[in-house]
């Protein structure tokens, strides 16, 4: 195992007890985080991105069952051991996942309009997160909270947090949320979708804080996305899913080079690059659309949608290849014969 | 190749009142759309961008009567010459419709879900007087085909279908009639991105074989720029700058186009341009700052802007700017079809 590991997942699967049976989401999902670095999820809706995120942090409800193999998330003491904690043993109300939720590992949701109650003034949110994982009193810990706002890059935080969340734009709710994920200093965040509900130039200005969060607080970030061009501007290593299974792993910088699965090529050629099109040029497609879940047949998920078939790809479970050091891709194609 | 004029826009103006109290006395107005003038030209697509409060949905809107415009002139020329659309009574009114359609953002919502896709569809038929059932249904099946979907989806439910097919749905309803402009308030937004490929393409397929004019309107610059012919840059309801799609990429005149270029993250590894980071959010619509309305975010801000309101220049043909730094360029006050040069 490498040393510098955060997050470590092994055969991961969710799936839901439904009226038509069981239907699996997430499928031996395997991945490591590095310590320190910031890796993507990368996907389209109903890939299970976020339910493979709500499925290690157990934010899942009672029709969700989760199986792995491991999920080890390797905790820094304050001496500066590290003790690995089994989170695949320990159950959704635990007091071990209590303590680590908020405290070692920080979500940060899509919709900063709802993540946020509008009957409570921002300061007492972000507060109580505090309050539930330290013992201080109010004052002290409003001063702390004040202190996050000023480092988020809030305006005139003493006032700010005796405001309601109405109060605020979207791009400033989106602080507050990532304030209550920042403010028991977490090692790991979990960012889902955390700029798709805002506006470009907002957008920019969030993803430079997390940036610098990972820079000068060597947090770890798990980034999930829909948006290639995020991807390529902030992340190290990428994960592309579909349909419940990675379908590919590597480096940014490999990703971005050599998309290696016909499903990672396709998304990337399906987006419109500013300033690189070409005149008349049409954009690539995926023909079809996303399958219902409890439609998948065996075989490779993207087989029905997949320009490079073959007959092989219709049955059976395909294989994780590794085509060059730490990139890894789930297809056919780089079978070694 | 000269291009003909279609709609000629001057100083339009939407302001929607805030009442308060019993009396609903008004208070202010929420500024939404606030001076903006611009041609639009046959069989191009005019693509409008802006952040989410900007005015572009509603500008939208009042070109095509959905909102009643509180201010200046939107001529509709046609064979009998121009029309202003405000002036318009219900007959020409009617008539006009039939000729703008529009697409809306969220397929989820444009299909009602208690009406078969038929119902839906045989409504603005029927409105515009086609009264034959075997003659509509024929429309029908064949405005399904030109969107790619099987015609025999009429007779089904809007949740049977993906986002997707349902935008295809939206688009064939609104081409049913033979309308010569579809105004499309962010038509793929909602969709996701393999998906939005598809539709991007559909409706330029759509727009070569019958010779549309598009009003695109998409907060996604890179996806208007795919689309668009020339691009239109909207602030708190004011326009800041119109370019050929392409000069407004590689010579950007105004800030706040340069700092929402630099905003959008490119899908290429290591093409880290410089990137200009805006302080703040988009000031209040009902109180507008004084002067130019970019002045409180804009890194080249001058004691000017926070007074004088910028006007309209054109500093290359075709490319015009509201913006104090171009103040030697010539001034164009009003927006002429004819001295542009193709």
Known sequence: MEENTILRVRKLNTSFKTEDGIIPIVKDVDFDVKRGSILAIVGESGCGKSVTMN??????????????????????????????????????????????????????????MSSLNPVYKVGRQVMEALLQHNKMSKQEAMARVIEMFKQLGIPDPENRVNNYPFEFSGGMKQRVVIAIAMINNPQLLIADEPTTALDVTIQAQIMELMVRLKEEQQKTIILITHNMGLVAETADE??????????????????????????????????????AMEEGKE??????????????????????????CMECCKTGLVGNHEIEPGHFVRCHLYRKS | MEKEVLF???????YFPIRKGFLKKHVGDVKAVDDVSVTVYKNETLGIVGESGCG????????????????????????????????????EQLHFRKRVQMVFQDPYNALNPLKKIIESFEGPLKLHGIKDKAEREEIMREVLRVVNTNPDYLYRYPHEFSGGQRQRLCIARALEVGPEVLVCDEPVSALDV????????LMKKIQRERKLTYLFIAHDLSVVQYMSDRIMVMYLGHVMEIADSRALYDHPAHPYT?????????????????????????????????????????????????????????????????????????????????????
């Open chain 2, 194 to 201: 393999s998906i939005q490929a598809q539709v991007l393409n």
């Open chain 1, 55 to 112: 499925s290690i942090c157990r934010l899942l409800g009672k029709n969700a069952e989760i199986q792995a193999e491991a999920i080890d998330y390797m905790q820094q003491e304050a001496d500066g051991s590290i003790r690995t904690v089994h989170m695949k043993d320990l159950t959704n109300t635990s007091k071990e996942m209590r303590a680590l939720r908020g405290k070692e590992i920080s979500m940060i949701f899509q919709d900063p």
């Open chain 1, 238 to 275: 990428v994960a592309v899913m579909y349909m419940g299974r990675v379908v590919e792993t590597g480096s940014a910088d490999q990703i971005f080079a050599n998309p290696a699965h016909p499903y990672t090529s396709a998304l990337m050629q399906s987006v419109p690059v500013l300033g």
């Open chain 1, 283 to 308: 954009l690539a497609t995926i023909p079809g659309q996303t399958p219902n879940p409890k439609d998948v047949t065996d075989g490779c998920e993207f087989a029905n949608r997949c320009d490079k």
């Open chain 2, 56 to 91: 572009k949905t509603t500008f939208g809107k009042s070109i095509m009567l959905l909102d009643t415009p509180t201010g200046g002139e939107v001529l509709f020329h046609d064979r009998d010459g121009a029309k202003d659309i405000t002036k318009m009574n219900a007959q």
């Open chain 2, 8 to 14: 000629d826009i001057t100083h339009l103006q939407k």
């Open chain 2, 258 to 342: 340069e700092a929402l270029l630099s905003a959008i993250p490119v899908p290429v590894r290591g093409a880290k341009k410089k990137r200009i980071i805006l302080e703040g959010d988009v000031a209040s619509p009902i109180n507008k700052p004084p002067g130019c309305v970019f002045h409180t975010r804009c890194r080249k801000c001058m004691e000017r802007c926070k007074q004088e309101v910028p006007v309209m220049r054109e500093i290359a043909p075709g490319h015009r700017v509201a913006c104090h730094l171009y103040d030697g360029a010539e001034t164009v006050t009003e927006p002429k079809g004819e001295e542009q040069t193709e």
